[in-house]
C-alpha cells in the first residue's frame, strides 16, 4: 500500500474505534479483544523499511520511543473509560472526555515523534502507524476488560471510572 492509503486506513481505523468508544455499549469480557489489534501489528512489522537502514540507530529510539508512549497511551485511554455493571448484569463502557483529551493528546505526541524523525532526517513508514495504533489498542483493551471484570457481579451498579 501506498503511504497515503496507510493513513487513509489508520484514520478509518481511528474514526472507527473512536466513534465506539464515546458512545455507550455492552461489552462482553470474553470476546477478541486482541484480534484488531494484533493484525494492525503484523500490518505494521511486515513492512521492510520499518528501520531506516540509513539511519538505524535513530530510526530505532523513535520507533522504542514511540512505542513507550503508545504504552502509557493505552493504559491512560483504558482508565478514562466509564466501566458499570447493568442491572440485568451485563457490563457497559463509555468513553468521557477524558478519553476525547487522550486522543487529542496521542495524536499530538505522535506528530511531536514524526516531527523529531524528520528533524533527524529519519524515513519514517506509514506502517509503523500500525504498529503503535495496535499496541495501544491492545493495551486500552486489555486495561477495560481487566477494570470489567474487577466489577462485582453480586452490586449490579458497580460504577469504576
Known amino acids: 500500500m501506498t503511504g497515503i492509503a496507510n493513513i487513509l486506513v489508520i484514520l478509518a481505523v481511528v474514526v472507527l474505534v473512536l466513534g465506539r468508544q464515546l458512545r455507550a455499549r455492552k461489552i ?13 501489528c503484523a500490518l505494521g512489522l ?3 523499511q520499518l528501520i531506516d537502514p540509513a539511519h538505524k540507530a535513530e530510526a530505532i529510539a523513535l520507533l522504542a520511543g514511540s512505542l513507550l508512549v503508545v504504552l502509557a497511551m493505552g493504559s491512560v485511554w483504558g482508565w478514562t473509560v466509564r466501566v458499570w ?6 457490563v457497559w ?14 495524536v499530538a505526541i505522535r506528530i511531536g515523534i514524526f516531527a523529531l524523525g524528520s528533524s533527524l532526517h ?8 500500525y504498529l503503535t495504533f495496535g499496541v495501544m489498542l491492545l493495551v486500552r483493551g486489555a486495561v477495560v476488560n481487566w477494570r470489567a471484570r474487577g466489577l462485582d457481579a453480586r452490586q449490579p451498579f458497580g460504577v469504576v471510572g
Open 85 to 90: 455493571r447493568a442491572s440485568d448484569g451485563s
Open 28 to 40: 462482553d469480557t470474553e470476546r477478541r479483544f486482541w484480534l484488531l489489534p494484533l493484525i494492525l
Open 122 to 129: 529519519v524515513h519514517q513508514s506509514s506502517k509503523a502507524l
Open 46 to 48: 511486515s513492512d521492510k
Open 93 to 106: 463502557t463509555k468513553g468521557t472526555k477524558a478519553t476525547l483529551a487522550a486522543w487529542v493528546g496521542m
